[in-house]
């Protein structure tokens, strides 16, 4: 079973700013299963990244996806008030299918 | 419009059942895998199950196995969740996703959820 550890668990920013989370893996795994997702409360998830560093469809330039292997990052430049939210890395190499416990990106 | 609409959530005693339903609306659900994720108050969202095209994969999380049924009806264009012996910590909004699978033209295969129902909330209490 895969585990995914996402850090940090807050991160508390001011709009402008640029954010950067991690996502670990517990093994190594090809890299096009790893996915990013935008949750805002009361809304659907979001697909933001697939295959570690591909942006989906309508999402701006400012997210970027990168890592390989164990390590993934997700950054955020240009921090815009709409990207106050929780984001989740997820993996679909091999089921459970998990999700990471989620990094809260917070106003400061 | 491409949407996914979940329903059947409610309020159910422990020990009971629910029957979610995850209806396709502007695409062919038949073409694609469907997976159930859920989300407790406070929580993460957490991998519920997942049926392929046909019906004939499914998988499910260990917390879920003999209690969760997955199945689906392509000809409705229709998923749904049976959840037996509801506990208390069963108790989340459950969203269905389509997945959606991309192959590049190096032949790398991508598997992600890139349509999602807005959810249903099941509450197990007494």
């Known amino acids: 079973e895969i585990v995914l550890t996402q850090t940090p668990g807050t991160l508390s920013l001011s709009p402008g700013e640029s954010a950067t989370l991690s996502c670990w893996a517990s093994q190594s795994f090809n890299r096009n299963l790893l996915n990013w997702y935008q949750h805002r409360p009361g809304q659907a998830p979001r697909l933001l990244i697939y295959g570690a560093s591909n942006r989906a469809a309508d999402i701006p330039d400012r997210f970027r996806g990168s890592g390989s292997g164990t390590d993934f990052t997700l950054t955020i430049s240009r921090l815009e008030p709409e990207d106050f939210a929780v984001y989740y890395c997820?993996?679909?190499?091999?089921?459970?299918?998990?999700f990471g416990q989620g990094t809260k990106l917070e106003i400061k | 419009e491409v949407q996914l609409v979940e329903s059947g959530g409610g309020l159910v005693k422990p020990g009971g059942s629910l029957r979610l339903s995850c209806t396709a609306y502007g695409f062919a659900l038949s073409s694609h895998s469907v997976n159930w994720v859920r989300q407790a108050p406070g929580r993460a969202l957490e991998w519920v199950a997942s049926i392929s095209q046909s019906g004939s994969f499914i998988d499910y999380a260990d917390t879920m196995k003999g209690r969760f049924t997955v199945s689906r009806n392509n000809a409705e264009s229709a998923a749904f969740l049976q959840m037996n012996s509801l506990r208390a910590e069963d108790s989340a909004v459950y969203y269905c996703a389509r997945l959606l699978m991309v192959r590049d033209k190096e032949n790398y295969y991508y598997y992600h959820m890139d349509v999602w129902g807005k959810g249903t909330p099941v509450t197990v209490s007494s």
């Open positions: 997820q993996q679909h190499d091999s089921p459970p299918y998990s």
